[in-house]
Nanobody, 122 residues
């Protein structure tokens, strides 16, 4: 069993930045890939960033590429999402997720966090 707890969400003006954190427990963090997803009202939950077990491989959705950066600190069992140049369309609930495998690929995550709200005002 893996427990994931997100933090760092909030309200920010367009053009601003936020950093989300996700603390993991209950399994060997360094042995699995992680992802960040988001879900806006009335829309599906989509993956926006993913990182493999050692941080050597990352993947981004087109909508956030160049603005968001995913990273991980295996010593702290934490994955981060640095979000810069935020836009109103980035407003959503952001979820951290864990894949019980080294690489994220096109698989569905095995565990989810509870989500954290990010609101970008214009």
């Amino acid at each position: 069993q893996v427990q994931l707890v997100e933090s760092g969400g909030g309200l920010v003006q367009a053009g601003g930045s936020l950093r989300l954190s996700c603390a993991a427990s209950g399994h060997t963090f360094s042995s699995y890939a992680m992802g960040w997803f988001r879900q806006a009202p009335g829309k599906e939950r989509d993956r926006i960033a993913a990182i493999n077990w050692n941080g050597g491989s990352t993947d981004y959705a087109v909508s956030v590429k160049g603005r968001f950066t995913i990273s991980r600190d295996n010593a702290k069992n934490t994955v981060y999402l640095q979000m810069n140049s935020l836009k109103p369309e980035d407003t959503a609930v952001y979820y951290c997720a864990a894949y019980l495998r080294f690489n994220y690929g096109f698989f569905k995550p095995n565990y989810w966090g509870q989500g954290t709200q990010v609101t970008v005002s214009s």
